[in-house]
């Protein structure tokens, strides 16, 4: 308990000295940063660190906000974020729902009113979350699950991080760009192998509304969402109504979590003989710059073997 | 005679005088008036300045007002007009639908993903173009008393020639609830300097022909809607009220 309050008031102490020292002054005219070294660019998730690392290259440090077991989904802060926010030039945010904590541990930080934040999501077109939503159409936040969302909020961030350290503006966009090709192989490398299997029995479930973005861009749909917002396990209601919405589409496929498990997944499979497959939300595990791509391409081999079964399983088979 | 005197003076009235002169009741009311008005007035500023500005009656929002095969293609398309503008930065001219679709791009590039959103062919127009070449120029007026007889050779010509604008045109989709696409590039000016600026355009007939004119009022009049995106910063202004863009 003492040490927990002597560490609060040393932290409140650093913000004090930290704010009155003002490193982080951004130009009135330019936006540009006064950078004393490298630019320190804080992340949320774990795919803005492996974005940001494939941009900045060895010209600017990335430093995860929170620790890399912490689960995004319900995020407490704690005291050690608010130090590193203390250090940050700019902090990369999804902005749009994954990541509200961040914006609380800014504030305690005392860096609400000058830690200049990239929003990677500024241009991304949003949409909704898949499945029954009540009729409402409820904004999904998983951007960085896709690849052409992805290329849009990597360019989006090489473009702000430009314009705050311009001196490195077009090493960022060059990287941007072979980072963004490289993604785009991916993708086009799956499309090839997608184009050999038989969609027309494809109809899956996911137990977390994270897959839109991904499903849109390969032209599938998710017939279910087992959650019923962002992270809320079901009651027994919603779960019987969902049920029944996958016995009544004759849904071939559930995916699960590959980081949070969820208890409820068994159970639907044998209430409903759905084939279960997990899927990365890509926020789990240590940090790294290759962590989206390879990921990404663990997803898209199992969407692969998903579709191949619906393929090869049809109804009652 | 003592205890008459004692009653007396116990029943002797005293006024004592409030040391703020009678100024509480004032000052609550005036207290309560302020805190009042302070939360209306703060209430009624906040609701003013929160969210995106309101569709126009031309324009569709990409959230919910298209079509699922419509969201799916603009999806592919906003992020393809930030990358056809790149390449005209740095090349200086338009790319081909070729040279997307070398670039694996999405919707040019003819994936799966092109083949369940409707299967949409894609055309370049650029500044100037004569697209078809199915329209003769028409000949010179008689009376124009020795004037430059400049004749636009057709629609395509006079709709893009002079407004700087390039456009990749998309139709002939087969998906149920296909629209007709436009990407239309033109030319903004911003602070000092001129930038590429794209804007988004369905038609609710897939094989709407290719407008004679670019400009809003003139797609608009040809049926044309704007697709407004709905995207992060619409979010973030929706939710806390302040623009990031």
């Known amino acids: ?76 802060p704690q005291p050690n974020d608010m130090k590193r926010a203390m250090t940050f030039d700019t902090l990369v ?20 009113d000058n830690l200049p934040l990239i929003y990677a999501n500024a241009s991304v077109a949003l949409i909704p979350i898949g499945g029954d939503q ?67 029995a494809f109809r899956c479930a996911t137990m977390h509304a994270g897959y839109d973005y991904l499903m849109q861009e390969f032209g599938l749909k998710i017939s279910a969402v087992i959650e019923p917002r962002h992270g809320v396990t079901p009651t027994a209601r919603q779960l019987a109504n969902t049920i029944d919405a996958i016995r009544k589409v004759d849904v071939r496929v559930l995916f699960a979590e590959k980081y949070f498990a969820n208890g409820l997944s068994k ?37 692969a073997e998903a579709i191949d079964y619906t393929a090869h399983h049809p109804k009652g088979g | 005679m003592t205890v008459s005197s004692n009653i007396d003076r116990s029943l002797r009235a005293q006024l004592v005088q409030p040391s703020s002169g009678r100024l509480e009741s004032i000052v609550f009311f005036l ?33 919910d007002g298209l079509s699922e095969v419509d969201q799916a293609i603009h999806s592919a398309l906003l992020p393809a007009a930030d990358e056809i503008i790149w390449a005209n930065n740095d090349t200086g001219r338009w790319p081909s639908i070729a040279e997307l679709q070398d670039t694996l791009l999405p919707p040019f590039y003819e994936d799966n993903f092109w083949q369940v959103n409707g299967e949409v062919q894609w055309q370049v127009i650029m500044p100037g173009a004569n697209k078809t070449g199915e ?12 004037l430059a007889s400049f004749v636009a050779p057709n629609a395509v010509y006079q709709g893009t020639l002079g407004q700087g604008t390039a456009s ?47 400009k809003p009022e003139g797609l608009v009049a040809r049926g044309w809607r704007q697709i407004i995106p709905y995207n992060g910063a619409s979010e973030v202004e929706r939710v806390k009220g302040i623009s990031n863009g």
Request: charged fraction near 15%; hydrophobic fraction near 40%.
């Open chain 1, 267 to 303: 159970p639907i499979e044998t209430a409903t003989g759905v084939k279960m497959y997990s899927l990365s939300h890509i926020s789990g595990g240590p940090y790294t710059a290759d962590k989206f791509e390879v990921e990404m391409k663990e997803n898209l081999d199992t969407l």
């Open chain 2, 31 to 63: 207290i309560t008036f302020a805190l009042v008005a302070s939360t209306a007035a703060y209430v009624l500023l906040k609701a003013k300045q929160e969210g995106p500005p309101p569709l126009l009656s031309w324009q569709v929002s990409s959230f």
């Open chain 1, 134 to 200: 009540g009729n409402a159409k409820v904004v999904n936040p998983h951007t960085f699950v896709s690849t052409s969302a992805a290329i849009q909020q990597i360019f989006e961030i090489a473009r702000r991080l430009g314009e705050l350290d311009p001196a490195n503006a077009a090493y960022y966009r060059t990287n941007a760009s072979a980072y963004a090709a490289r993604i785009r192989r991916l993708r086009a490398d799956f499309m090839t192998r997608f184009a050999k299997l038989d969609l027309s």
């Open chain 1, 1 to 76: 308990m003492v040490n927990r309050l002597i560490q609060q008031v040393w932290v409140a102490l650093l913000a004090l000295l930290m704010g009155l020292s003002s490193t982080w002054a951004a130009s009135p005219t330019t936006g540009a940063l006064t950078l004393k070294g490298k630019m320190k660019v804080g992340v949320t998730l774990h795919p803005y660190y492996s974005f940001v690392s494939n941009i900045v290259g060895d010209r600017a440090e990335v430093i995860a906000l929170i620790d890399a077991e912490s689960n995004p989904h319900n995020y407490q």
């Open chain 2, 168 to 214: 990749y045109y998309g139709s002939g989709g087969k998906a149920p609830g296909q629209s007709a696409y436009l990407i239309v590039i033109g030319h903004a000016h911003s602070g000092v300097y001129w930038i590429n600026q794209a804007t988004l355009w369905i038609h609710k007939d897939p094989n709407a022909p290719f407008p004679d004119i670019l």
């Open chain 2, 135 to 146: 329209v003769a120029p028409p000949p010179p007026p008689q009376s124009n008393n020795g």
């Open chain 1, 93 to 112: 945010v999804n902005g749009i729902g994954h990541d509200e904590w961040a914006f609380e541990i800014v504030k305690a930080a005392g860096r609400k």
